[in-house]
T-cell receptor, first 117, second 113 residues
Framework: EAEVAQSPRYKITEKSQAVAFWCDPI?????LYWYRQILGQGPELLVQ????????DSQLPKDRFSAERLKGVDSTLKIQPAELGDSAMYLC???????????????FGPGTRLLVL | AQSVTQPDIHITVSEGASLELRCNYS??????LFWYVQSPGQGLQLLLK??????LVQGIKGFEAEFKRSQSSFNLRKPSVHWSDAAEYFC???????????FGTGTRLTVIP
């Protein structure tokens, strides 16, 4: 069964350093999502791509976070500089191209757990 | 705007007992509703989803959920819990015409022998 791949699985960094996370969605999935999950809370959407275009980045802290999906396949989420409050699980999900108004199921990767010291 | 409330932060049940996890949503139109499960340190796995039609939805691992529009609820149930069901459970709502999800804060399930 196809899965969403993410790397690294764990990352420890010091504040003010730069970090990057990678996600490879399920083959053929046009939509890709990055979520942040703070310990004890549900995931919150950071950014949504449709192919290589950003559909929604309203919750992305753009002063320090950036995301790209240059060829419309895999994606990178970057934080620079990292802050203590960025410690969280970063989840990537993908779904098929939406058909009309039908909600397509999102499939999640294993996540990258970030600890900022 | 959509929102999801999971009123139970932590539930403990005995193995073999029945389970019901509560989920209430807020949305002005017919919602798309999901239940996901997350094992420690892992990503989210879809248990079941409701888009339309039959209000009783069957999912994987023996779970089911019932959509009750009058109560704005989508509670998850399982008749007999197994020790491997211990995990965090998230209810989520999607919006008509969009493809993003809003998650509840989750319910942690502990299963005791």
């Amino acid at each position: 069964e196809a899965e969403v791949a993410q790397s690294p699985r764990y990352k420890i960094t010091e504040k003010s350093q730069a970090v990057a996370f990678w996600c490879d969605p399920i083959s053929g999935h046009a939509t890709l999502y990055w979520y942040r999950q703070i310990l004890g809370q549900g995931p919150e959407l950071l950014v949504q791509f449709q192919d290589e275009s950003v559909v929604d980045d309203s919750q992305l802290p753009k002063d320090r976070f950036s995301a790209e999906r240059l060829k419309g396949v895999d994606s990178t989420l970057k934080i620079q500089p990292a802050e203590l409050g960025d410690s969280a699980m970063y989840l990537c999900a993908s779904s098929r191209n939406p058909h009309g108004f039908l909600q397509e199921t999102q499939y999640f990767g294993p996540g990258t757990r970030l600890l900022v010291l | 705007a959509q929102s999801v409330t999971q009123p139970d932060i932590h539930i403990t049940v005995s193995e073999g007992a029945s389970l019901e996890l509560r989920c209430n949503y807020s949305y002005g139109a017919t919602p798309y509703l999901f239940w996901y499960v997350q094992s420690p340190g892992q990503g989210l796995q879809l248990l079941l989803k409701y888009f339309s039609g039959d209000t009783l939805v069957q999912g994987i691992k023996g779970f089911e959920a019932e959509f009750k529009r009058s109560q704005s609820s989508f509670n998850l149930r399982k008749p007999s819990v197994h020790w491997s069901d211990a995990a965090e459970y998230f209810c989520a709502v999607g919006a008509f015409g969009a493809n993003n999800l809003f998650f509840g804060t989750g319910t942690r399930l502990t299963v005791i022998p």
